[in-house]
T-cell receptor
Framework: AQSVTQLDSHVSVSEGTPVLLRCNYSSSYSPSLFWYVQHPNKGLQLLLKYTSAATLVKGINGFEAEFKKSETSFHLTKPSAHMSDAAEYFCVGGSGNTGKLIFGQGTTLQVKP | NAGVTQTPKFQVLKTGQSMTLQCAQDMNHEYMSWYRQDPGMGLRLIHYSVGAGITDQGEVPNGYNVSRSTTEDFPLRLLSAAPSQTSVYFC???????????FGSGTRLTVV
């Protein structure tokens, strides 16, 4: 069975410093992996997606993630945090053509001035 | 292009009442799904569909019913509301599943 684990429930950084949100996945086959962001009282917005074309994936708003099969990881990074990045972030696994998404528990990113 | 539209945005129900949460998309997406979001639990899949006339259960289907008579619409029915169904509900759609999903803005449901 596929599973997605976000290793930190809460991450706090200062504005202008790097962001690292960690995600491990478990899958018996090559997965589709996504990062979504949810700002307070809003819906979910797709940040980036991995679908086996390239291991380093660039997304919107300066975020990127690297798929490492040997470590079964898909960590999300950003070189310099902005106040507007404060939100909930979800690492999500897709099971191909079944239509199912498997969500991690979420990581709350706090950005301090 | 409206994307995924969910109605209503807010709803309060009494225990035992029934209601339908509406979801419509105008992107001709085959895949549609319903999730509920509860604090500390991420989003959990309730029901999903890979095309008109095809639906299947997700992780937490009990107390919910769905049908998919058209490509555009995927309503979620609460048969007899319970306080445990107090949650935020999200509908999502995708063209292929592997390219990511577009989410609606959510319905916040409270059952008293």
């Amino acid at each position: 069975a596929q599973s997605v684990t976000q290793l930190d429930s809460h991450v706090s950084v200062s504005e202008g410093t790097p962001v690292l949100l960690r995600c491990n996945y478990s899958s018996s086959y090559s997965p589709s992996l996504f990062w979504y962001v949810q700002h307070p009282n809003k819906g979910l917005q797709l940040l980036l997606k991995y679908t086996s074309a390239a291991t380093l994936v660039k997304g919107i708003n300066g975020f990127e993630a690297e798929f490492k099969k040997s470590e079964t990881s898909f960590h999300l990074t950003k070189p310099s945090a902005h106040m507007s990045d404060a939100a909930e972030y979800f690492c999500v696994g897709g099971s191909g053509n079944t239509g199912k998404l498997i969500f991690g528990q979420g990581t709350t990113l706090q950005v301090k001035p | 292009n409206a994307g995924v539209t969910q109605t209503p945005k807010f709803q309060v129900l009494k225990t035992g009442q029934s209601m339908t949460l509406q979801c419509a998309q105008d992107m001709n997406h085959e895949y549609m799904s319903w999730y509920r979001q509860d604090p500390g639990m991420g989003l959990r899949l309730i029901h999903y569909s890979v095309g008109a006339g095809i639906t299947d259960q997700g992780e937490v289907p009990n107390g919910y019913n769905v049908s998919r008579s058209t490509t555009e619409d995927f309503p979620l029915r609460l048969l007899s509301a319970a306080p445990s169904q107090t949650s935020v509900y999200f509908c999502a759609s995708s063209r292929t599943g592997g390219n990511g999903y577009t989410f609606g803005s959510g319905t916040r449901l409270t059952v008293v």
